[in-house]
Nanobody, 119 residues
Framework: QVRLVESGGGLVRFGGSLTLSCTAS????????MRWYRQVPGKERELVSS?????SATYSDSVKGRFTLTRDNHTIRLQMSNLKPEDSAVYYC???????????????WGQGTRVTVSS
């Protein structure tokens, strides 16, 4: 099992900025696409951004132009700016991985970090 650890959540004012980080760790493993999702109570989990091993990032329409996802091997960083109340959610790091003993495929999730944007 690969572990994902997120950090950086908190309370921020409308129009403010915040940066989330996620680092993957474990034994002998491979990690491929890494992603950030977010979820609020009563709604489905939403894909916010993803990044390939080569560093190519994609963004949902709701955050495009305001969020930037970068990657350094097993660490990703989501830089969020011009935050809006509708960005408030628990943000989860996600990754496609393979690990011993059989290098089985695993989709791994972090524990989540809460972002609250006040209006």
């Amino acid at each position: 099992q690969v572990r994902l650890v997120e950090s950086g959540g908190g309370l921020v004012r409308f129009g403010g900025s915040l940066t989330l980080s996620c680092t993957a760790s474990g034994g002998d493993f491979r990690i491929y696409v890494m992603r950030w999702y977010r979820q609020v109570p009563g709604k489905e989990r939403e894909l916010v951004s993803s990044v390939t091993p080569s560093g190519s990032a994609t963004y949902s329409d709701s955050v495009k132009g305001r969020f930037t996802l970068t990657r350094d091997n097993h660490t990703i960083r989501l830089q969020m700016s011009n935050l809006k109340p509708e960005d408030s959610a628990v943000y989860y790091c996600n990754a496609d991985t393979q690990s011993e003993p059989y290098f089985r495929y695993e989709e791994v999730w972090g524990q989540g970090t809460r972002v609250t944007v006040s209006s």
